[in-house]
């Protein structure tokens, strides 16, 4: 990006750049973070975009601790990471240990999925969720739902949060692409095969885009997180990971 016929580039000209390494479907993170650093040395300051832009980059690449440290850089910069930047974040890190950063997205009104159905069951809707501020309320993430369900049985278990039966909205997954269904598939295979012990899930066999977990199946997990700590089948390999994306966390905070 050096100069060319006398023009200077200048933050929308790095912009785009950044941009485009995004949409590449691995994320050229190392061309995104140089092209960062570069508008530093020329002192033409980074935007929102410029860091949102390298920091979805960066996690298509699963280099999380870069994007926690641009995460970090952002709010030492006074600027405002948006739901772009916490999924991306949230997409590269292990369930359990993306819990920190997820409650900082939520308090600042990311993420929006909880209500009270009619009948008065709890409801988490991932199909329809508020995402927050500017975003395009196309639905969470498999990755954000997996950890949004994670954060609402730890709640339980802790007992910040009253356990009645909660209904789960996933939507029938006909916008999933070529794959198949995403959400509900990743949603159920995350109650039953990688929570443990495992959760059983009743049907409705009206509406194939939702499913209840009955409120006894809460309360045995419950008793069983708190006797054993909370613990996924999918995390035990990645428990020295973790502890340093913790730590990582904790500093921007």
């Known amino acids: 990006y050096g100069e060319f016929a006398g023009l ?24 995104a973070v140089r092209l ?11 935007n929102a975009c410029s860091y949102n832009s390298c920091i979805v980059s960066c996690g298509k690449a699963g280099r999380w601790e870069l994007s926690l440290q641009l995460l970090r850089e952002m709010s ?3 600027l405002k990471p948006n739901v772009i930047t916490y999924t991306s974040i949230i997409e590269t890190l292990p369930t359990e240990e993306s819990q920190e ?10 993420y929006k999925v909880w209500s009270t159905e009619k009948c008065g069951m709890d409801m988490i809707d991932f199909h329809h969720a508020d995402l ?16 949004l369900l994670y954060m609402t049985l730890t ?3 802790e007992g910040s949060r009253g356990i009645i039966d909660l209904s789960i909205v996933t939507g ?33 066999r009206d509406n194939p885009g939702r499913f209840v977990l009955p409120s006894q199946e809460i309360v045995r997990w419950a008793k069983a997180a708190r ?17 340093k994306i913790y730590a990582d966390a904790h500093r921007y905070m």
């Open 132 to 147: 927050g501020e500017n975003a395009a309320n196309n639905g969470c993430s498999a990755a954000v739902a997996r950890a």
């Open 76 to 78: 030492d910069r006074d």
């Open 227 to 243: 006797a054993s700590g909370f613990t996924l089948r999918s995390s035990a390999s990645g428990r020295q990971e973790g502890s």
């Open 36 to 46: 960062l650093r570069e508008m530093e040395e020329r002192d033409i300051k980074p």
């Open 172 to 204: 029938r997954g006909r916008g999933s692409g070529n794959e198949g269904p995403v959400l509900p598939a990743a949603t159920r295979h995350f109650l039953q095969e990688e929570c443990h012990p495992p959760l059983q899930i009743s049907e409705d």
């Open 8 to 31: 200077k580039p200048n933050v929308f000209t790095y912009n785009a750049g950044i941009s485009a390494c995004e949409k590449q479907e691995a994320g050229r993170w190392e061309v």
């Open 155 to 157: 709640e339980f278990a």
């Open 101 to 110: 950063v997820l409650a900082v997205a939520i308090s600042q009104g990311y």
